[in-house]
Structures are given as structure tokens and as C-alpha cells.
Nanobody, 124 residues
Framework: QVQLVESGGDLVQAGGSLRLACVASGRTFSSSVMGWFRQAPGKEREFVAAINWSAGNTRYADSVKGRFTISGGAARNTVYLQMNSLKPEDTAVYYC?????????????????WGQGTQVTVSP
């Protein structure tokens, strides 16, 4: 079991930046993948970005490419999501998630551990 705690959500104006953090505790694996998902009111939870901790490779949703960057802390228990050029459509609850394979899945059903989420609101 892996416990995940997100932080960093806030209210920001369009064009601004935020950095989200997710701290993992419990039994993580060096080859496992950490992901960020988001869910806006009335919408499905959608993939945002993922990183393989040991390989360092990353994957992004088309909607955030070039604006968001996922990275891992040196201790491999923290993952960050740097969000730049934020848009009102980025408003959502952002969730950190963990899965034990080394493949950068985009489906939420592949992720077994989830945090409680952090609210990001982008005003026009």
C-alpha cells in the first residue's frame, strides 16, 4: 500500500503558474510510475502526465504539452507538476496516482494508489 498526499493547489489568474507536489510513503518501487490526473465538475477523471521514476521518461496529455512539466524528487518519494500558462479550462481537482508497472499508462484504471486531490482554480 502506498499513501499519497498532494499539495500546492490554489486560485490563480489565467497565464499564471503553480507547482503541485505529491509525497509518497509506503512501499513504492524504483521502476514504478507516478501520474497526475485531474477531474473537473461533471467530467471524467482524465490523464495529465506520468513519469517513470527510474528511467525518467515522461508522458503528457496533448492538452498540457509544452505548458506542464512532471518531475521526480531525488529521493524518489516526491513528484512535482509544474504548471505554466494556466488556462481556465485547467480548473479541476488534481490527483496524484501510483502504479507498479514501468509503462506510462494513461488510463486511470491502471493506477492502484490515489491521493485525496488538491484544487486548482484558474480565473479568466
Amino acid at each position: 500500500q502506498v499513501q499519497l498526499v498532494e499539495s500546492g493547489g490554489d486560485l490563480v489568474q489565467a497565464g499564471g503558474s503553480l507547482r503541485l507536489a505529491c509525497v509518497a510513503s509506503g512501499r513504492t518501487f524504483s521502476s514504478s510510475v507516478m501520474g497526475w490526473f485531474r477531474q473537473a465538475p461533471g467530467k471524467e477523471r482524465e490523464f495529465v502526465a506520468a513519469i517513470n521514476w527510474s528511467a525518467g521518461n515522461t508522458r503528457y496529455a496533448d492538452s498540457v504539452k509544452g505548458r506542464f512539466t512532471i518531475s521526480g524528487g531525488a529521493a524518489r518519494n516526491t513528484v512535482y507538476l509544474q504548471m505554466n500558462s494556466l488556462k481556465p479550462e485547467d480548473t479541476a481537482v488534481y490527483y496524484c496516482a501510483h502504479q507498479r508497472s514501468s509503462f506510462l499508462y494513461t488510463s486511470r484504471y491502471q493506477y492502484v494508489d490515489w491521493g485525496q486531490g488538491t484544487q486548482v482554480t484558474v480565473s479568466p
